[in-house]
């Protein structure tokens, strides 16, 4: 399997278009989600998943993760369809979107074992990220991040969830900002990565994109979704600590170090007390770094 442990930017591609895939294949982005649900019409659902199995199997992603959204595990839906159709190219992990309780995670996970025992693989080598973008998601979060050993992330989806309590969408992001603190630090608390709402906004100006970015950095998020191809670049970056942070976090590290080996705790360093969230935060830096692949 292919698998990068960064996961700064997740690129949707349709589910139906091996053009697009490849082309997302070919970037070097974190995360490529082949999509069979808002991104696939649903006469062309079918298609869909034998273009994304037939992706799965033949297209070299390198160090790309290769994830697919299904569509909701729902009563009647078609989710069990997409995750037949799809499963004998052994994604890294299946996107669920719209989760609003354990039971719909167990589903899923429930059908990935039966499905890898029956091939012969590792029971759990196929992972679960579920979308958090309705109220009841946000108001069910800790039964959610607790449901199945296999989930790795929470996404957080901003549009919808909007839609779903009728709120209206801002630049400042106040109508959905407790819901997004809310996904984040569930999946901060449970050892999860959280990824952020996509920006919906593609104008050529990046400024939008790069600050909400640098916000969702701010707040703990790990990665965000990207919905152009131009996203990817600038979402990355924003994700990707600077040599200097790298320094200066590696530097205050080695001063900690010392202080601890003459005894002391709370030291004065460039001007600043330094205490243990101050060093967490550096050794975060350091773990994002590393995680991009970037020598230490």
Request: charged share 25%; glycine share 8%; net charge negative.
């Amino acid at each position: 399997m292919h698998i990068h442990k960064a996961r700064r930017a997740l690129l949707f591609m349709p589910g139906d278009d091996r053009h697009k895939i490849e082309k997302g294949a070919a970037m070097d982005v974190d995360a490529v989600i082949m999509d069979l649900e808002d991104g696939v019409a649903l006469n062309n659902k079918a298609a869909a998943r034998q273009t994304t199995a037939a992706a799965l199997r033949e297209v070299d992603f390198g160090h790309t993760e290769r994830l697919v959204r299904i569509n909701p595990v729902i009563e009647g839906g078609v989710w069990r369809d997409d995750l037949n159709g799809i499963i004998e190219g052994h994604p890294d992990g299946c996107v669920i979107p719209k989760v609003e309780n354990a039971d719909q995670v167990k589903q899923a996970a429930e059908q990935l074992t039966r499905a890898e025992r029956s091939y012969g693989w590792l029971d759990g080598s196929i992972r679960l990220w579920a979308i958090i973008e309705t109220a009841r998601g946000i108001i069910n979060l800790k039964e959610i991040v607790e449901s199945d050993p296999r989930l790795t992330a929470l996404i957080f989806g901003a549009e919808d969830l909007a839609g779903d309590i009728g709120a209206i969408r801002t630049h400042d992001g106040w109508e959905v900002h407790y819901a997004r603190s809310a996904v984040v630090l569930y999946a901060k608390a449970y050892g999860l990565a959280a990824i952020d709402t996509p920006f919906v906004d593609l104008s050529p100006d990046e400024t939008h994109l790069i600050a909400e970015t640098e916000q969702a950095l701010s707040m703990g998020y790990t990665g965000k979704l990207a919905i152009h191809p131009k996203q990817v670049a600038p979402i990355q970056k924003v994700f990707t600590p600077t040599q200097e942070q790298i320094q200066r976090a590696k530097v205050l590290i080695d001063a900690h170090l010392a202080q601890q080996a003459s005894g002391r705790g709370v030291f004065e360093f460039e001007g600043r007390m330094v205490d243990m969230p101050m060093i967490r935060a550096a050794e975060s830096i350091l773990a994002r770094a590393n995680a991009a692949g970037i020598t230490l």
